[in-house]
């Protein structure tokens, strides 16, 4: 058996003159969760849709659990679970009806039915609910329900395309909190695209940046942030504001940037052993009230916008 539950070797998809997915090849390994970032229209909504068997590609191909995604789709449809955008259902079912339908659909075996439905609906915190109707959920139930319908096939993939948009601040957390037991009491393997990257980076142990249909890196966060630039934030908290602080650092070679907010300083250097404590010299000959000195990690915003930039430049 391969190590990795999806394997995609060279897809392409083209809409005219539009490349939407331009010759894109990773992996993602069984029992982990890989993360689809980039702009509105980057080809990651086109990727997931020929993964899932939705849409056929142009050239090259892809394996969910060892099958291949156009010579055998039912297979693969077998292997995964798909919660869209915008997940819908029809409002005057009952989630009970909802589900033993999908029972039906998915030819999950009569006796395993029902105890497959009250799983599942106990894991999504669905269970007192299942005889309501599904019109009178809230945004965040339906997200929960969208899940719960996802897994009825137990997948090996489970592909999740934007799960917490439009929740709460806790309907998203709750959600986020979800996925990842889910993953870890469960060994499923996640795809998911989302914008909200302190999101992607609370789940996904990798991440896939694309632009114009491009696949620009993949590799874990930790990784990119070691690669993705050549430049490092170094922070700096005063006990108070101090101008002259900043003018200097300013003339200090090798600084790039200073962004200042009151008594906090985010120095942007060049990744050099020797900046550490040449910055830290430079303040300490003109203030000695430092609350606080140290490394400031690049957000995965960070480096998908420096990833963006350098691809255009």
């Given at each position: 058996m391969s190590p990795f539950a999806v394997e995609v070797k060279n897809l392409?998809?083209?809409?005219?003159?539009?490349?939407?997915?331009d010759n894109?090849?990773?992996?993602?390994?069984?029992?982990?969760?890989?993360?689809?970032?980039g702009l509105n229209g980057a080809g990651k909504t086109t990727t997931f849709k020929m993964l899932v068997s939705l849409i056929r590609p142009d050239r090259g191909t892809a394996f969910i659990d060892g099958f291949d995604v156009v010579k055998e789709p039912m297979k693969v449809r077998a292997r995964?679970?798909?919660v869209a955008e915008n997940p819908s259902f029809y409002p005057r079912m009952s989630t009970q009806e909802l589900l033993m339908y999908l029972c039906r659909l998915l030819d999950v075996p009569p006796g395993e039915r029902q105890p497959r439905i009250d799983r599942n609906l106990d894991?999504?915190?669905l269970v007192d609910k299942k005889n309501e109707y599904i019109g009178t959920y809230s945004r965040g139930m339906r997200h929960r329900l969208a899940l719960a319908q996802a897994l009825l096939s137990e997948p090996q993939?489970?592909?999740?395309?934007?799960?917490?948009?439009?929740?709460?601040?806790?309907?998203?957390?709750?959600?986020?909190e979800l996925i990842i037991r889910l993953q870890s009491e469960h060994e499923v393997s996640i795809m998911m695209s989302s914008h909200v990257l302190p999101e992607v980076e609370a789940i996904c142990s990798e991440v896939g940046i694309f632009d114009h249909g491009r696949l620009l890196a993949q590799d874990s966060i930790a990784n990119l942030r070691s690669t993705a630039s050549d430049t490092m934030n170094i922070e700096v908290i005063l006990d108070e504001p101090d101008e002259a602080v900043d003018n200097a650092l300013r003339r200090l070679p090798g600084v790039q940037e200073v962004e200042s907010q009151g008594a906090s300083l985010t120095v942007r250097v060049q990744k050099d052993e020797e900046m550490r404590p040449r910055v830290l010299d430079c303040v300490r000959e003109i203030h000695s009230g430092i609350l606080y000195f140290g490394i400031k990690e690049?957000?995965?915003?960070?480096?998908?916008?420096?990833?963006?930039?350098?691809?255009r430049s």
């Open positions: 392409s998809k083209h809409y005219g003159k539009l490349k939407a997915v894109v090849s990773f992996q993602v390994r069984r029992g982990s969760s890989f993360g689809l970032l995964i679970g798909y894991l999504v915190g993939v489970l592909f999740l395309d934007e799960p917490t948009l439009g929740l709460d601040p806790l309907g998203a957390k709750s959600m986020r690049s957000s995965l915003e960070d480096i998908l916008l420096r990833l963006l930039e350098n691809n």
